[in-house]
């Protein structure tokens, strides 16, 4: 049967570089201890006046595009996912298409905020399982948070970041490689506990109003601490089962970045070594529906995984949403 395998990777972040101690001036406490000991976070990339969200897809989507030795004409799909556009109304992916040269290329924006990534890559494999017409997808998870944080607000603001993350999705007949299960979930009831509530049809804002000046990130509710690791361990067993491997053969694991400690809890739940989920945080801080892309980026990069290994993607979303697949390399 016809499969899509992933063989390539590309990730940008902006030059500007924001360390902890910037917040411990702006907030006039000591947030740099906390972050480092907790989450490991020492700093994190924003973009300026003169970067663009689309400017680091195209970016990202070029470095994929040159690790896969393949064109811009080559390119049949391509997905973005992300929770930050540049427009409410055209989609990201248009301007990326014209910025990079796509001319051939169908296009959309998706939003399952940071499970997009996952979710854009099961969407890229549907499309080329079930047409011929789609050879080669590309996905990318954007995210440009900085511009929707209160830089007063001390729970956000030192957390999220900014970066773009992109992967090359090509057609297979072989059943020895390529994506072996997934699995998508909704979690509904917390649609109203995070995000950017301002700006849409529900809550509009004229740019000359006040009230834009609130549209920004907000944790309006605080989620129960173990409702990630719950939803991980559980989903990570599920896709493993559907895909007819065991969870012990899992090489990577690419996680939702936002806590690094429910990562590790997730490893020690399912067995396996903590370093099996590589963490980022450290240096870029939460990129959101980028982040489960530049990990992977990273990992291949390194050359961390080889043709047969199986890695599996699991990423969160406020909403929210939980999406999971798996894949053999190669």
């Known amino acids: 049967m016809r499969n899509a395998r992933i063989t390539a990777s590309g990730m940008a972040v902006p030059s500007n570089v924001v360390p902890n101690k910037w917040f411990n001036e702006r907030l006039g406490e000591d947030v740099d201890t906390w972050l480092r000991e907790n989450l490991t976070i020492r700093e994190r990339r924003w973009m300026t ?21 393949k064109s811009l004409e080559d390119v049949d799909l391509l997905i973005i996912s992300t929770d930050t556009p540049e427009y409410i109304s055209p989609s990201t992916a248009s301007v990326v298409c014209h910025k990079a040269g796509l001319t051939r290329a169908a296009s959309f924006d ?158 020690d739940r399912l067995g396996l070594p903590r370093e099996t989920a590589p963490a980022i945080m450290s240096t870029y801080g939460y990129t959101g529906s980028a982040a489960i892309g530049m990990a992977l980026d990273i990992s291949l990069r390194a050359g961390e995984l080889k043709p047969g290994d199986i890695f599996v993607m699991m990423g969160s979303g406020g909403g929210l949403t939980f999406a999971c697949n798996a894949f053999r390399y190669g």
């Not at 006046?49 to 690790?67: I, P, R």
């Not at 970041?161 to 490689?177: F, I």
């Open 49 to 69: 006046e003169d970067d663009s969200l689309s400017g680091l897809c195209v970016e990202a989507l070029q470095k994929a595009l040159d690790m896969a030795g």
């Open 110 to 267: 998706l939003n399952t905020a940071c499970a997009g990534f996952v979710t854009a890559s099961e969407t890229a494999v549907n499309f080329i399982k079930s047409d011929p017409r789609y050879s080669c997808a590309v996905v990318i998870g954007a995210y440009g948070m900085s511009r929707f944080l209160n830089l007063d607000d001390k729970k956000t603001v030192t957390l999220f970041a900014d970066g773009a993350a992109a992967a090359v999705l090509e057609a297979t007949d072989s059943t020895e490689m390529g994506q072996l299960a997934s699995d998508i979930k909704t979690r509904g009831e917390f649609y109203d506990y995070m995000g950017i509530y301002k700006g849409g049809s529900a809550h509009p804002v004229s740019v000359a109003s006040v009230e834009a000046q609130e549209h920004k990130l907000v944790f309006a509710k605080k989620f129960p601490k173990e409702l990630n690791p719950e939803m991980w361990t559980s989903m990570i067993r599920e896709v493993a089962n559907r895909g007819g491997f065991s969870v012990q053969e899992i090489r990577r694991a690419f996680m939702t970045q936002i806590n690094v400690n429910q990562i590790w809890e997730t490893m």
